[in-house]
């Protein structure tokens, strides 16, 4: 493979999509990205990377797997000669993911024998050491994401999740092996001789990332989170390099929020506290995700024209969390959320909103496919992993990970 061959990435959600499509585009790679697979015919722009972002991370396996394959064929035939599986940083797959299983599928169908990956991700906080992956200070099973609604993760231990996971065994690629010239090379080489597919690649540093970056660049098959996608994208040559956007985009706007995470809650909490009109959508209250919309559009409606931007969200403290999960169940209550959160972004922008914001991977995978938006190109960066998406519609969209951004982000996106 040629080093300057187009990069297809395939993301397990939507708002993890944007994070690898900005960890390519902040470094000169024309980004272009789409909301699953296009249908044939679609327009492409000129681009040297092409995302395709998916909502795989929690639908059964069987869907997954088919749903990436397709997404493989389709960059394929587009001549991407370098795959990478974004998956998302704090790994959010329990042993019953979708991780293992794509990836089995994906190194299957492309023939290859060791893939190397990691979710370290310096910038979020999100480090691999010894294989075990660190939140911040502390271990994964101890950060925030133990309470996820969907993929509480309870083991920090990314071989042993990952062979809870996929048909083959897992290895690490240790620091100091980063960090010795040429070790990476040779280590993944050990690996493939123990009958090892899965490399775990630690990284505590964006030097490290680099340094992965560097070395993996000849392989058809990587995974990770945006880390070392960037760390990928830094190890090409400066002639590639294209300016990326400047300007964010302006218009009515509105924030949609469905994550729990906790730097989401401090950023609804924000907005509430600023003043903003805001709606709680209360699942318990009214189990029907049309009622649910219907009340809350009733609500927008009742705003004043040019108020601020309003918020609806269904964000949760943990225990309140787990009381509507133990009541309704944790796949309805989430189903019902993301319906409901789709219904009400399609009906803000039939009533003018033309920017959307929202809070959430799973969330804006539902608000993405309820607007029927096949992609857009990569716009300005409102926070670190968090760009504007200008979609063909006219439509900007700002889809946020439920743990990025600084807890004034939604406030200040929305003016
Ligand atoms: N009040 C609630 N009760 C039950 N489930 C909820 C509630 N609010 C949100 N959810 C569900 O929790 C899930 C949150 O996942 P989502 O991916 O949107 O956020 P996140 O995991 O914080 O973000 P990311 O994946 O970007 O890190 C969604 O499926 C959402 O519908
Ligand atoms: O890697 C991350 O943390 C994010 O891009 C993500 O995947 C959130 O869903």
């Known amino acids: 493979m040629s080093e300057s061959s187009t990069i297809g990435a395939i993301a397990d959600d939507v708002t993890g999509a944007t994070d690898v499509a900005i960890a390519l585009r902040r470094r000169g790679i024309r980004t272009v990205l789409f909301f699953d697979v296009p249908p044939e015919g679609s327009d492409l722009p000129d681009h040297d990377a092409i995302v395709i972002a998916l909502k795989t991370r929690t639908i059964d396996r069987a869907g997954a797997v088919a749903r990436s394959l397709a997404a493989l064929d389709w960059l394929r035939a587009r001549g991407a000669g370098q795959i990478y599986f974004k998956y998302c940083s704090t790994f959010d797959s329990t042993p019953d993911g979708n991780i293992g299983p794509v990836l089995d599928a994906l190194a299957d169908a492309m023939d290859v024998p060791v893939v190397a990956m990691t979710p370290s991700s310096p910038e979020h906080g999100r480090t691999q050491y010894h294989g075990y992956l660190f939140v911040g200070?502390?271990?994964?099973?101890?950060?925030?994401?133990?309470?996820?609604p969907l993929t509480p993760m309870t083991d920090s231990c990314l071989p042993r999740v990952m062979e809870a996971q996929s048909a083959h065994r897992s290895g690490v690629v240790p620091l100091a092996r980063v960090r010795e010239e040429g070790g990476i090379a040779r280590r993944l080489a050990e690996l493939r001789a123990e009958g090892v597919r899965y490399a775990l690649v630690d990284a505590i540093d964006?030097?490290?990332?680099?340094?992965?970056?560097r070395a993996l660049a000849a392989e058809p098959l990587v995974a990770g989170a945006a880390g070392l996608a960037g760390g990928l994208a830094a190890a090409r040559t400066p002639a590639d390099h294209h300016e990326p956007p400047a300007s964010a985009p302006e218009g009515v706007a509105a924030v949609l929020a469905g994550s729990c995470s906790?730097?989401?809650?401090?950023?609804?909490?924000a907005m509430i506290e600023a003043g903003r009109p805001a709606y709680r959508l209360d699942a318990q209250a009214d189990p029907d995700p049309a009622s649910l919309a219907e009340k809350a559009?009733?609500?927008?409606?009742?705003?004043?024209?040019?108020?601020?931007?309003?918020?609806?969200?269904?964000?949760?403290?943990?225990?309140?969390?787990?009381?509507?999960q133990?009541?309704?169940?944790?796949?309805?209550?989430?189903?019902?959320?993301?319906?409901?959160?789709?219904?009400?972004?399609?009906?803000?922008?039939e009533r003018g909103v033309t920017r959307v914001i929202s809070a959430g991977g799973e969330t804006s995978g539902a608000v993405v496919s309820a607007l029927g938006v096949p992609g857009g190109l990569i716009g300005p960066e409102a926070a670190r992993g968090v760009p504007w998406i200008l979609t063909t519609s006219g439509l900007a969209l700002l889809l946020k990970s439920g743990n990025f951004g600084e807890p004034a982000l939604l406030l200040e996106a929305s003016r």
Do not use: F, K
């Not at 964006?206 to 970056?213: I, K, N, R, S, V």
């Not at 931007?309 to 949760?316: K, M, Q, T």
């Not at 133990?326 to 219904?343: K, Q």
């Open 262 to 269: 906790a730097r989401t809650l401090e950023q609804v909490g």
């Open 206 to 213: 964006d030097a490290d990332l680099t340094a992965a970056g």
């Open 297 to 324: 559009l009733a609500w927008y409606d009742t705003l004043t024209p040019n108020t601020e931007a309003p918020l609806i969200y269904s964000s949760l403290e943990p225990e309140a969390l787990r009381q509507v």
């Open 326 to 349: 133990r009541a309704l169940g944790a796949e309805r209550s989430a189903a019902i959320l993301e319906s409901a959160i789709g219904r009400i972004a399609r009906g803000l922008v």
């Open 137 to 148: 200070d502390v271990l994964l099973s101890e950060s925030h994401m133990r309470h996820h």
